[in-house]
């Protein structure tokens, strides 16, 4: 009696041992962080990241052998930020996103998905590089087009993406929005009038911003694209003479933000990778891969190197302009806002 006891004992432990195996290697499917096999990574992003990240996930690789003697491989997803964080809030699994701003990461965390203050995770706010809004031009600039007021004259065809899907479109209109403010000393009326006679002149409001430089590079609509710096500069490398870009007097800083997704990481036990991976962006060799792709390395010294590529002459405009995030998404882009009032009418 006492040895068939022992062996369903035995036969219990060992069952019990393998299961408690299977649930371990199935809830950690990266175990590669601590073994040096290889760790899988999804970066979801917005649109005109493309190249940036095309670039810094080869250097990310060769860090990360250096640092563990393991692999990664990074799974890229783009597309307009809005949508894309809405896509990650409702289960499209990423352990980073490095989206348009910050507003888009709060949409992720107000889902759970994100623990508070991550914003303070990383230097400047989350934000390892900046942009700004810029004019690209058909060569010559046929219009004259030099300022935003010039995008309100009749005849002139602007193309910009939505801003209920597109994170560029609007700093592109909250640019276009300190501009006014300026010109019109905070008279709100005046500055709606001013924003909505610019809207009247968009010909296609595309759900990103690398939808809207097709259609304007591609597809030769509109006479002047509100783009981000990085692309504007991306399409006159590939185009050399055909656009070129006009600073306005007025445009605003653009602070993409980055974070890494605490519920997928601690389900996917990949934190560790996913933390580095943002945090190397603030690395010299990172800094230099986003400034050879036009975008504003935060390392002041470095931005220095590059100071031939980026008018820092321009006025800029910020966000705590306007309130900060929460203040400016409710007013301008929430249902029923400022912008739906301009655009609806």
């Known amino acids: 009696m006492k040895n068939k006891l022992f062996g369903i004992l035995l036969s219990t432990v060992v069952t019990v041992t393998a299961l408690t195996g299977c649930a371990a290697q199935g809830s950690n499917e990266n175990v590669g962080e601590e073994n040096n096999e290889t760790v899988t990574l999804t970066n979801v992003s917005y649109d005109p990241t493309r190249e940036l990240y095309t670039a810094y ?13 393991g692999n990664v491989e990074i799974t890229q997803s783009h597309g307009g930020s809005g949508k894309q964080a809405l896509e990650v809030a409702n289960g499209l699994e990423a352990d980073v996103v490095t989206l348009a701003l910050e507003y888009d990461i709060k949409a992720i965390q107000d889902a759970g998905l994100i623990e508070e203050g991550w914003i303070n995770e990383f230097d400047n706010d989350s934000s390892p590089y900046t942009s700004t809004i810029v004019f690209l031009v058909r060569k010559g600039n046929p219009k004259n087009i030099n300022d935003w007021d010039d995008l309100i004259k009749d005849g002139v065809g602007v193309i910009t993406p939505n801003p209920k899907t597109s994170g560029g479109a609007r700093w592109n209109y909250l640019a276009a929005w300190a501009y006014a403010d300026k010109q019109f000393n905070g008279d709100e009326e005046k500055i709606k009038d001013f924003v909505k006679k610019l809207y009247k002149n968009v010909l296609v409001l595309d759900s990103g911003a690398r939808g809207a430089t097709t259609t304007f590079v591609e597809n030769g609509q509109g006479d002047v694209l509100l783009a981000w710096e990085n692309e504007a500069y991306l399409s006159i490398q590939d185009h050399p003479d055909e656009y070129e870009i006009v600073s ?10 980055v974070a890494v997704v605490d519920e997928v990481v601690d389900s996917r036990g990949t934190r560790e990778a996913a933390t580095e991976y943002l945090q190397y962006l603030y690395s010299d060799e990172a800094q230099r891969i986003a400034a050879e792709n036009y975008y504003r390395p935060s390392n002041e010294e470095i931005l220095k190197e590059y100071e031939n590529v980026f008018d820092t002459n321009i006025d800029l405009a910020t966000i705590q302009d306007f309130g900060g995030w929460d203040e400016a998404q409710s007013k301008h882009f929430a249902d029923g806002g400022v912008f739906d009032e301009i655009y609806e009418n």
């Open 57 to 69: 996930n080869e250097l990310f690789k060769q860090h990360w052998k250096e640092k563990t003697g």
């Open 248 to 257: 306005p007097s007025i445009s605003i800083l653009a602070q993409p933000s």
